[in-house]
């Protein structure tokens, strides 16, 4: 079964599948390039990839209305006592919520609390990657040896992330069948290259306006 994967600006991801509504790094009431507000989208499943507030953005709001946190353990035990439903995890680990696999992949990155991640969404036929926030790391290459992914959101904005040079490697080494840049043009600093990028990755290289949806 096909999944349907929106980019709603910055690191913003929603997929739905046949039965799933799975919202990443639900930034959008600030996000200056958000193209959904939290009251027009729905998700069973918070995957939050690390506690910066252009990440965490309107977790709580989702997490209210019935989403089942997914994230570092340290996080999700805060929101677990706060009454909200978790599936703690962390880095190397995968498991199954109903029926969707879901892997917790390293990231290179800084974080307030827990650690700095990335997630493979993972159903009976399809694979999707969202780096989270990350410096070009060797375990992306593990990724390669691991999993068949067939779509992966990667940042490119430079400065806190990897820029387009280095994402374009990053390409290489997940061996994705195809690319979604993002965290890039959201601010002046990290406008980033997504020209470049694009001339770098060639066809697999999917430049997706905030709002645009791809089909996996
Ligand atoms: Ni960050
Ligand atoms: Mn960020």
């Given at each position: 079964?096909?999944?349907?994967?929106?980019?709603?600006?910055?690191s913003?991801?929603?997929?739905e599948t046949s039965?799933?509504k799975?919202?990443?790094?639900?930034?959008?009431?600030?996000?200056?390039m958000?193209?959904?507000k939290p009251?027009?989208?729905?998700?069973?499943?918070?995957l939050?990839?690390?506690?910066h507030?252009?990440?965490?953005?309107?977790?709580?709001?989702?997490?209210?209305?019935g989403?089942t946190f997914?994230?570092?353990?340290?996080?999700?035990m805060?929101?677990g006592?706060?009454g909200?439903?978790v599936?703690p995890?962390?880095?190397?680990?995968?498991?199954?919520?109903?029926?969707v696999?879901?892997?917790?992949t390293?990231?290179l990155?800084?974080?307030?609390?827990?650690?700095?991640?990335?997630?493979i969404?993972?159903?009976?036929?399809?694979?999707?990657?969202h780096?989270?926030?990350?410096?070009?790391t060797?375990?992306?290459?593990?990724l390669n040896?691991f999993f068949n992914?067939d779509?992966?959101f990667?940042?490119?904005?430079?400065?806190?992330t990897?820029?387009?040079?280095?994402a374009?490697?990053?390409v290489e080494?997940?061996?994705?069948q195809?690319?979604?840049?993002?965290?890039?043009?959201?601010?002046p600093p990290i406008?980033?290259?997504p020209?470049?990028?694009?001339?770098l990755v060639?066809s697999?290289?999917?430049m997706?306006?905030p709002g645009?949806?791809?089909?996996?």
């Open positions: 079964m096909s999944i349907k994967a929106t980019w709603l600006g910055h913003a991801v929603w997929l039965n799933h799975i919202l990443i790094d639900p930034y959008l009431t600030d996000n200056p958000a193209s959904a009251e027009e989208l729905s998700a069973d499943l918070l939050l990839t690390h506690d507030a252009d990440h965490l953005g309107d977790t709580e709001h989702f997490l209210k209305n989403a997914v994230g570092v353990f340290e996080l999700a805060e929101y006592n706060k909200y439903t599936e995890m962390n880095i190397g680990g995968s498991i199954t919520v109903d029926g696999r879901i892997h917790m390293n990231a990155h800084s974080y307030e609390k827990g650690d700095a991640a990335g997630f969404v993972e159903t009976e036929d399809r694979q999707i990657y780096a989270g926030d990350t410096a070009l060797m375990d992306m290459r593990l040896e992914i779509l992966a990667i940042p490119i904005g430079d400065r806190f990897m820029g387009a040079n280095s374009a490697r990053a080494w997940i061996g994705a195809r690319v979604v840049p993002i965290h890039y043009g959201t601010w406008a980033g290259e020209e470049r990028f694009a001339q060639g697999r290289a999917v997706l306006k645009e949806s791809v089909n996996v």
